[in-house]
């Protein structure tokens, strides 16, 4: 019998060889085109076209600005720094995915993301490629069905492979980075939404030394763009939305070595005595080792070694010492060393 799955694609490289994958494997492909703002859907024809696979193109836009966009301006404009995708592939692309997948009876639903989906469980792809932080707030019956062509892979292998396949998209750029902000400027976008905050005190050792431009341009531990020269290297080291100012450190009190989390969504069932484990705390970052506590529908990592600007509003992942994922939550507040909140 044959295996449908239904696979979101942009037409972009990673969608394109997914989809040649899938078939190899012997899945009947039907492609979904999410329309976010990002001006791809020609691409994503051609790429249809190119592979000979149906293509279902549906206006996301509505549900994007419902579960991504306003909550992410939102945040931003409270000295937040959210992750957008973290919040998207839930409640907006994997649930579409599904939805379209169970109309049509298909058994599977599939992306491109550099990450591993074995047996209902997801695991982290290979280093330097791995996109399972993405993930790490998927539903368990959008990860019961979920296939990951690309979890054995690296980038530079799936452009070679595009290549070999002659695919129109081998040598097509990267996907922006946010698929609503074609140009990349977030700031920007938030202040033509006409929701950013106004500008405020830039507060370096205890006193006022300018005028910040909206605490929606900065994210703890930013050392670029400050709009301030003081002989030295210094950073973001605080936000505070209620009297709207940033203050500036020369790096100290950067680091921590506890982090909250809440609004957590387990893949596994939650323990009950604290538990070992590797945690991420930025998509850019590598998973560091800790200790979690689970309490609620919050969890609590103490890790190893202090790590650097945890800040409120980005995800934390956290995964076994083997790298699979075992729940994602959104970091709320951070413990300093002193046991101060911060």
């Not at 990349?184 to 950013?196: H, L, N, P």
């Not at 905050?197 to 930013?222: D, F, M």
Request: hydrophobic share 40%.
């Amino acid at each position: 019998m044959t295996k449908r799955a239904v696979l979101g694609f942009s037409g972009g490289v990673d969608s394109a060889v997914s989809a040649a994958l899938l078939r190899e494997q012997g899945f009947e492909v039907h492609c979904l085109y999410l329309e976010t703002g990002s001006g791809e859907e020609a691409a994503a024809r051609a790429g249809a076209g190119a592979l000979g696979l149906p293509l279902r193109v549906y206006d996301a836009r509505a549900e994007l600005e419902k579960y991504v966009c306003a909550p992410f301006a939102e945040g931003c404009c409270r000295g937040l720094t959210p992750s957008p995708c973290v919040m998207c592939n839930p409640e907006v692309k994997l649930r579409l995915l599904l939805e379209y997948a169970l109309e049509l009876g298909a058994e599977h639903i599939a992306t491109g993301h550099y990450a591993r989906a074995e047996s209902g469980a997801l695991y982290m792809g290979r280093p330097g490629n791995d996109q399972s932080y993405m993930l790490c707030r998927i539903r368990p019956e959008q990860l019961a069905r979920l296939v990951l062509p690309l979890g054995g892979y690296v980038k530079d292998e799936v452009r070679r492979l595009a290549s070999e396949l002659g695919l129109p998209s081998a040598s097509k750029s990267d996907s922006m980075e946010l698929c609503f902000v074609p140009d990349g400027d977030f700031a920007a976008w938030i202040e033509r939404r006409g929701e950013a905050p106004p500008p405020g005190a830039l507060i370096y050792r205890g006193r006022a030394v300018g005028e910040h431009r909206g605490i929606h341009r900065y994210t703890l531990g930013q050392r670029r763009g400050l709009g301030f020269a003081a002989g030295r290297r210094v950073y973001v080291s605080a936000i505070d939305p209620v009297e709207n100012t940033v203050t500036l450190s020369d790096g100290g009190g950067l680091f921590e070595s506890e982090v909250r989390a809440a609004g957590v969504r387990w893949l596994v069932p939650k323990p009950e005595a604290p538990f070992r484990c590797l945690a991420r705390i930025r998509h850019s970052r590598s998973a560091a080792p800790a200790l979690c506590l689970a309490e609620g529908d919050a969890v609590t990592l103490r890790f190893d070694s202090p790590q650097r600007a945890p800040t409120g509003g980005q995800a934390a992942a956290v995964y076994s010492p083997e790298g699979r994922l075992l729940c994602g939550g959104i970091i709320t507040q951070t413990i300093d060393n002193h046991g101060v909140l911060v």
